[in-house]
């Protein structure tokens, strides 16, 4: 099962995972410490989202479960489960260009706005892993 039961963990890596969208009814755990970042999660059926230093990292709709969530200067690379068709949000350097992959497919270059918000969608099957890799360009 790809679910993080308890909401959040940090990975032996030193990635993180996050997410329960089996949940339903909404339920966070916030002042998670990991390398100094303060993380806040708040997921369930319908919507998992991740603060970090009460800044916004990922938003999915509806609720997603990922695993193994790294970000360098240059990619943002992780694992994503859930049901169907499902929206997801990052943010990212405002107005800038990044290449998004999802599943092995290139879904092209996308732009990010003065935000830095990059928004795209992804077909997901609930207990089958999606990988996801955002580059910078």
Do not use: C
């Amino acid at each position: 099962m790809a679910v993080v039961n308890e909401l959040i963990r940090k990975e032996s890596n030193g990635s993180i995972s996050f997410g329960n969208y089996e949940l339903p009814l909404k339920t966070k755990k916030a002042d998670f410490e990991v390398d100094g970042d303060v993380y806040k999660v708040k997921t369930f059926k319908e919507i998992t989202k991740l603060e970090r230093n009460e800044a916004f990292v990922y938003e999915s709709i509806p609720g997603t479960a990922v695993q193994i969530f790294k970000e360098t200067d240059r990619e943002v690379s992780f694992f994503v489960d859930g049901t169907g068709q499902t929206q997801i949000t990052l943010e990212l350097e405002p107005n800038k260009d990044y290449k998004v992959q999802v599943g092995g497919s290139n879904l092209g270059v996308s732009h990010t706005d003065i935000g830095g918000k990059l928004t795209f969608d992804a077909a997901l099957e609930k207990g089958n892993l999606t990988q996801v890799v955002i580059t910078a360009e």
